[in-house]
């Protein structure tokens, strides 16, 4: 059983920065593909970022150029940097990967808790 926690989340004022970290537990052997999702307030949850395995990102527009996604093999970790945080990247955000564990097995959409992100002064 693969499972995916994220921790990093917190109120944060206009102009700051935060990094979310994303780790699965139990031991694999990659992250095929990874992303981030967030989830406002009343609206439905979306994509924020994406990285394949090969290194290929894709960002949601409201986040280009202020958010990267990124991995550590060696932690089994992924991240979001998040920086230049506006109110509207207020939300939950959550972990989501495609994984094969060290036995070969797949694991699609394994999805993380979530952790809270507050954007306010």
């Known amino acids: 059983q693969v499972r995916l926690v994220e921790s990093g989340g917190g109120l944060v004022q206009p102009g700051g920065s935060l990094r979310l970290s994303c780790a699965a537990s139990g031991r694999i052997r990659s992250y095929n593909v990874a992303a981030w999702y967030r989830q406002a307030p009343g609206k439905q949850r979306e994509l924020v970022a994406r990285r394949t395995a090969v290194g290929v990102t894709n960002y949601s527009d409201s986040v280009k150029g202020r958010f990267t996604i990124s991995r550590d093999n060696a932690k089994n970790t992924v991240y979001l940097q998040m920086n230049s945080l506006k109110p509207e990247d207020t939300g939950v955000y959550y972990c989501?990967?495609?994984?094969?564990?060290?036995?070969?097995?797949?694991?699609?959409?394994?999805w993380g808790q979530g952790t809270l992100v507050t954007v306010s002064s």
């Open positions: 989501n990967a495609d994984i094969t564990s060290i036995l070969g097995q797949r694991y699609l959409e394994v």
